[in-house]
């Protein structure tokens, strides 16, 4: 379970101050996903980075009692000057398993043949949103976090083989996905939430969430 209780979060912009969430509580409950509908800029990022500990709300608490992911495409925790084969070695240490199976997988998936044993600062763009995408994969959880802002991979091969796999972990995994563009969510929740000037509110069916969503841009 990850749950939220009247957490707010606001950042000063210079000139006022921006609120993210006031007083916010929900829960996300294990095999229900949540999809979150709000527009660009409106702190989708922020929510994310505070439900697997990477933002620290101003007030409330935040509690998890079920294995929650980092954000898909999250860079931190890969060291540039290692190469992937190392990384994948040591955020294997990180989390207890056996390093020789994390290495293996993501080796795999990254398919980047020679790449994979050097420095991952020579990388592309691309070549570092693999890798990203094969850690995140590599490491089971009970909650996987998706943001639609992060950074994405454009090789075909690549989303094929790691979407068949994210198929495959979402049968018993739950999803939190924020997005401001409801055809995302479809793909893999039934229930939403809209993010409106700080306040989120909670709706049964995705249905009622774009609906209000689309009445109050």
Not at 56 to 61: I, M, N, Q, T
Not at 178 to 194: D, I, M, N, W, Y
Request: proline letters at 4%.
């Amino acid at each position: 379970m990850l749950e939220f209780d009247n957490v707010s979060k606001s950042f000063w912009t210079g000139s006022q101050r921006k609120v993210i969430l006031d007083q916010a509580s929900f829960r996300v409950e294990p095999g229900r996903s949540l999809g979150i509908l709000a527009p660009n800029g409106t702190g989708k990022t922020t929510i994310i980075n505070m439900m697997c500990g990477l933002e620290k709300p101003d007030e409330g608490s935040i509690r998890r009692t079920s294995r929650v992911s980092f954000p898909l495409g999250f860079m931190g925790g890969v060291v540039g000057k290692l190469s992937a084969n190392e990384n994948a070695r040591y955020i294997a240490r990180i989390y207890g398993l056996d390093p020789d199976y994390i290495e293996a997988f993501c080796r795999w998936l990254c398919d980047i043949g020679e790449y994979f044993d050097r420095p991952v600062s020579t990388y592309s763009a691309g070549m570092r949103s693999r890798l990203n995408f094969s850690l995140l994969l590599a490491l089971e959880f009970d909650i996987y976090l998706i943001d639609e802002g992060m950074p994405a991979t454009t090789d075909v091969n690549f989303n094929r083989k790691a979407g068949s796999v994210l198929f495959d972990r979402l049968k018993t995994a739950t999803v939190v996905v924020v997005s401001h563009q409801p055809g995302t969510l479809e793909k893999f929740c039934r229930s939403a939430a809209v993010l409106r000037d700080g306040r989120l509110y909670m709706f049964e069916t995705l249905d009622e969430a774009k609906q209000y969503y689309d009445y109050s841009a």
